[in-house]
């Protein structure tokens, strides 16, 4: 099959099953996140983008897209601060005097990710072959 396509029809394929196994990993992060923590809005904010070259996919925490300044899912660092966590670096207090203290790690994201892995490569191989079906099957 990858001898009938051309190049521009391989990365449209590659593209299309690549994006239907990104969806996988992003649906499992966002329900891990969701169980996690029940009635935030965040989880909205990840995202999925497959590659135009058909190389690859990214599942992402910090997307801008379609959000403006003042927004609150506007650069979304929050996710990233409860995904990893924050540490205590010495006297972290603010100008009145507050004490920020310090938050655990969650790590929804990448449980989430690492526990749907195994489905989403394998599932990728048959989307694979499907879209380059697809596409010999829109040659003749």
Do not use: C, W
């Amino acid at each position: 099959m990858f001898d009938e396509l051309n190049p521009k029809q391989l990365a449209s394929a590659t593209r299309s099953a690549f994006g239907k196994s990104g969806r996988i990993l992003l649906n499992a992060a966002k329900a891990e996140y969701r169980s996690q923590f029940p009635g935030s809005i965040l989880y909205r904010d990840m995202h999925m983008k497959a590659f135009r070259s058909g190389k690859g996919v990214i599942v992402d925490l910090l997307y801008t897209h379609g959000h403006q300044k003042g927004d609150a899912m506007y650069k979304s660092y929050v996710m990233k601060i409860l995904e990893e966590g924050s540490y205590k670096t010495g006297v972290r207090s603010t100008a009145r005097g507050y004490n920020r203290g310090s938050l655990r790690g969650y790590h929804f994201f990448q449980t989430g990710v690492s526990g749907a892995m195994n489905q989403a490569e394998s599932v990728f191989m048959q989307n694979l072959e499907a879209a380059m079906d697809r596409k010999i099957k829109q040659m003749s």
